[in-house]
Nanobody, 116 residues
Framework: QVQLVESGGGLVQPGGSLRLSCAAS????????VNWYRRPPGQEREWVAR???????QYLDSVKGRFTISRDNAKNTVYLQMNALRPEDTAVYYC??????????WGQGTQVTVSS
């Protein structure tokens, strides 16, 4: 059974940093693309960043230059380093993995709150 567990969320002041982790099990992780999504309060879920199985990366325009997605296949973990955080980054952040057969799995989410 596929399991994705996010961690690293919390409360941070504007301009601060957080690093989210997504630990995967029950999946061929090295052959999977991984996405981060977020759901701001009262809004729809939006895609934030993606890392392919070959470590190619893509980002939502509003986070480019501030967020960095990376992966450690030896640890079956993907990271989202978030710098220069803004109040509008406040959201529940979700990890999503898509394997080589296009089967999609989701984590339970981790809350990020940016506030002074």
């Amino acid at each position: 059974q596929v399991q994705l567990v996010e961690s690293g969320g919390g409360l941070v002041q504007p301009g601060g940093s957080l690093r989210l982790s997504c630990a995967a099990s029950g999946i061929d992780f090295s052959a999977s693309a991984v996405n981060w999504y977020r759901r701001p309060p009262g809004q729809e879920r939006e895609w934030v960043a993606r890392i392919t199985r070959f470590s190619g990366t893509q980002y939502l325009d509003s986070v480019k230059g501030r967020f960095t997605i990376s992966r450690d296949n030896a640890k079956n973990t993907v990271y989202l380093q978030m710098n220069a955080l803004r109040p509008e980054d406040t959201a529940v952040y979700y990890c999503n993995a898509v394997n080589s057969r296009n089967l999609s799995s989701w984590g339970q989410g981790t809350q990020v709150t940016v506030s002074s």
